[in-house]
Structures are given as structure tokens and as C-alpha cells.
């Protein structure tokens, strides 16, 4: 699947968002290593550490239904579900959660104007913390 189709899915996902406190809609669109894709929106909550981010949202849903290896994840996000200009990275609970399922070459496709742009892991996360450093 390229970027631009899985840049699709993630602005699909978005509609679905509930964001009524920032007003700001997020969607993400994961493909598995198996061509399959789980996708995700925000969805917020009163309580504010109780909202879920689009990504986690997409990676739960992929894990929850056994899928165990990633490739991509598309992800995009604004104030409206109009096309915006806003480039919308994963936030940093978002990628180290990504970080724990994924491997260094697994990509973040971003919109940025009328661009598809897409960064390793490693270079949004640099200096990660990952499982293998829990071993002794």
C-alpha cells in the first residue's frame, strides 16, 4: 500500500473523531505486515487523561485482534476535517507506544501541505526507551 493510500484511510478515520473539547480531529491508518489495517481517531474525554489518540487507538485494535508486525502508520489531524496545512506527528505517549510494538524500520507518514512526507521511528523517537533495556 503506499503512503498516499494509507494518507486516505487515516483522513477516512478521521471523520469519526470526538473531539468536542480541543476541537482538534485526528485519524490514523496502521498496515500490518500482513496488508491488513486497523484504523483509529481521537477520542476525548471530560476527564482529560482519560482521552485516546488516534495512533494507540489503531495499534490496540491491530494488537487486540493478534497482529504482531507494523509497517506504517499514516496519521493527520486538524481543527476541521477539512484539508488543513498542519502537520500532525504523534505525540510522545503515541511514540513510544509505537516503539514498544515496532521495529527501526517502521515509518510515520505525515501530511505536510500538499506533501506525504514519512520519518523512521528513530528519528521522531531518538534515544527511546525499549524492552531489551529491562534486560539483565
Do not use: H, W
Amino acid at each position: 500500500m503506499t503512503d498516499a493510500e494509507l494518507m486516505q484511510l487515516a483522513k477516512r478515520a478521521r471523520k469519526n473523531a470526538y473531539a468536542p473539547y480541543s476541537g482538534f480531529v485526528v485519524g490514523a491508518a496502521l498496515l500490518c505486515s500482513d496488508e491488513s489495517v486497523y484504523m483509529g481517531c481521537n477520542v476525548e474525554n471530560a476527564s482529560y487523561g482519560a482521552t485516546m489518540c488516534a495512533e494507540r487507538v489503531a495499534m490496540y485494535q491491530a494488537i487486540a485482534n493478534g497482529k504482531s508486525s507494523f509497517v506504517k502508520i499514516a496519521v493527520c489531524g486538524g481543527t476541521d476535517l477539512t484539508y488543513t496545512d498542519v502537520v500532525c506527528p504523534p505525540c510522545g505517549i503515541c511514540r513510544q507506544v509505537l516503539r514498544e510494538f515496532c521495529t527501526d524500520a517502521f515509518r510515520i507518514v505525515l501530511q505536510n501541505g500538499d506533501e506525504i512526507v514519512s520519518y523512521k521511528i528513530g528519528e521522531l523517537l531518538p534515544f527511546s526507551f525499549q524492552k531489551n533495556m529491562l534486560e539483565k
